[in-house]
């Protein structure tokens, strides 16, 4: 499942973190956090990146850089 914050920086620029946390069972917990300019382009990760997981659980394992 995916997260987005909102953050402001000191110049007051606001910037999106997407986060993605998944447990499952046999597989240690998977935990990855990007950075965007863009809520829609945050959301577009999280979306994409949860759909390669799904079909590369081998990922969760640490084993598959993308």
Sequence with gaps: MGLIRQRRL??????YRAKIRINRKDYPTFIESKTFNSRRIAE?????REKTIKLNPDILNGNVFT
């Design 10 to 15: 000191t110049d007051g620029i606001i910037r």
């Design 44 to 48: 577009k990760w999280i979306e994409d």
